[in-house]
C-alpha cells in the first residue's frame, strides 16, 4: 500500500516560485514511476511532468523550463519545484504513484495524493 502526501501549495504572485512536495510512504518508493498532476477548476487533470525509477524526468510543454521535478531517495520525497509561475498555474496539485507504467495519463496511476492548492494571481 502506497500513501502520497503533498505539502507546500499556496499562494503567489505570478513570475514567483513555490516548491511543492509529496511524502512517499511505501519501502520501496525506487520501484514505481511518480508523476505530478495539476486540476484547474472546471477542468480535466493535467499530467505536469513525471520522474521515473532511474530517475529521468520529463515534462509537459505547459511547464518545461520553469517546473522541475526531483527526488530524494533516502527520504522518499519528491519534489515539483515551480518557477516563473502564472496565473494560469492556479491549480490543485497531486502527486500520483505509478507501478506498471510511467506515461502522462492519470489511468495508469494508482495511488494518489490528497491534493495541494497554488494560487497565482
Known amino acids: 500500500h502506497v500513501q502520497l502526501v503533498e505539502s507546500g501549495g499556496g499562494s503567489v504572485q505570478a513570475g514567483g516560485s513555490l516548491r511543492l512536495s509529496c511524502a512517499v510512504s511505501v519501502s520501496s518508493a525506487n520501484d514505481y514511476c511518480m508523476g505530478w498532476f495539476r486540476q484547474a477548476p472546471g477542468k480535466g487533470r493535467e499530467w505536469i511532468g513525471t520522474?521515473?525509477?532511474?530517475?529521468?524526468?520529463r515534462y509537459a510543454d505547459s511547464v518545461k523550463g520553469r517546473f522541475t521535478i526531483s527526488e530524494d531517495n533516502a527520504e522518499n520525497n519528491v519534489y515539483l519545484q515551480m518557477n516563473s509561475l502564472r496565473p494560469e498555474d492556479t491549480a490543485i496539485y497531486y502527486c500520483?504513484?505509478?507501478?506498471?507504467?510511467?506515461?502522462?495519463?492519470?489511468?495508469?496511476?494508482?495511488?494518489w495524493g490528497q491534493g495541494t492548492q497554488v494560487t497565482v494571481s
Open positions: 500520483a504513484a505509478a507501478r506498471w507504467s510511467c506515461g502522462a495519463h492519470y489511468n495508469e496511476y494508482q495511488y
Open positions: 520522474i521515473d525509477p532511474a530517475g529521468s524526468t
